[in-house]
């Protein structure tokens, strides 16, 4: 028997994790590899944020934090929310958690009971069901494949609900696609949501000031007033401001569930650091405009990536909305051997060979939920890139 816990057996270590931390080893080992498998933007912390850090520290801000968080950030994320997407929010309806993760941790732990569905279009980022399986709950996967743009639609989505759903997870932009929902594809799914007032709703925008060609963001509960009492919107400093490794997201919803949210979180990390939630005030409260300048950096890359993957025999890349990724398709390589004579099966084929091969990291799709693909994060200096797209025609090109 098993020293460890039966619900470890549940989930598998996050694959998006994995990937980068195994091409940081490879690299520190001195071998010539691009990582591409990690979301996180290649710029630096803005100076801005980083000096309400050094403030902080400085004023002795240095103390535990209320399990919700400081109430200057609640306060920042409420005026955010009001400001950019005209929801209104009160403090007490805002947890700041380590990340978007721990949020959605704390809300599928708080609210989950065993055999409870979870409602994920797939692809969707690696970490929905597994987290959503660790509290007792059932995914319910619904396959959103390239021919719809990777959306779920109307239709799908009312032939998953049950009785049994508690949760339906939107993510836009998407991680792993990059796919964003306009006003009326969101539209759509409100509308099938208001004859089901069982099914709540998780709307990941990690990703909203990541969009390009004009595409406009818009989240749910703005979509359909409606349903705000029943949507939980989540977001993070992480991507847009280039704060991953401060750790804050933050989640806005139902009084009673953020409370419960707040219970859980007392009793594991407490909060996140202090310093962080204050670097947190400086970025939500300041200046924003290094944001469009980066993403005229993003959109570039998207491009090059775009045009040099679909360039490479055998790969099918669609150009997407938003976010720092592609999702190729790469159903034109299956079946095809490589020069050492093995034949590529699978996705994770595909990519182990792209790493062993050539040097390249990238994370392949049946971590996802939706094969045959490989998702490359273009957050990354623009010449690694061009390299690392040159190394995968290469690749393909090599398949026979
Ligand atoms: N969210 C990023 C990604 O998908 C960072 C790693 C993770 O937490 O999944 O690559």
Known sequence: ?????????????????????????????????????????????????????????????????????????????????????????????????????????????????????????????????????????????????????????????????????????????????GAGYSHDDLRALADVLLEHDHVWVMTDDMYEFLVYDGFEFWTIAQVEPKLQPRVLTLNGLSKAYCMTGWRVGYAAGDKDLIKAMNKLQSQSTTSTSTISQWAGVGALNGDHSFIASNNEVFVQRRDLVVSMLNQADGIDCLTPQGAFYVYPSIAGLIGRKTPAGKVIETDEDFVTYLLEEEGVAAVHGAAFGLSPHFRISYATATDLLEEACSRIQRACAALN
């Open 1 to 177: 028997m098993s020293f460890l816990a039966d619900r470890l057996s549940l989930i598998q270590p996050s694959p998006t994790v994995a990937v980068s931390t195994k091409a940081a080893e490879l690299k520190a080992a001195g071998k010539d590899v691009i990582g591409l498998g990690a979301g996180e933007p290649d710029f630096d912390t803005p100076e801005h944020i980083k000096q309400a850090a050094f403030d902080a520290i400085n004023a002795g801000k240095t103390k535990y934090a209320p399990p919700a968080g400081i109430p200057e950030l609640r306060q920042a994320v409420c005026d955010k929310l009001q400001r950019d997407n005209n929801l209104s929010y009160t403090p007490d309806q805002i947890q700041v958690g380590c990340g978007g993760k721990q949020t959605i941790y704390n809300a599928l732990m708080a609210s989950v009971n065993p055999g409870d569905e979870v409602i994920i279009p797939a692809p969707y980022w690696v970490s929905y069901p597994d987290i959503a399986m660790l509290c007792e709950g059932k995914p319910v996967i619904v396959d959103c494949g390239q021919e719809s743009g990777f959306k779920i639609t109307a239709d799908q989505l009312r032939a998953a609900i049950t009785p049994k759903t508690k949760w339906l997870i939107l993510n836009s932009p998407s991680n792993p696609t």
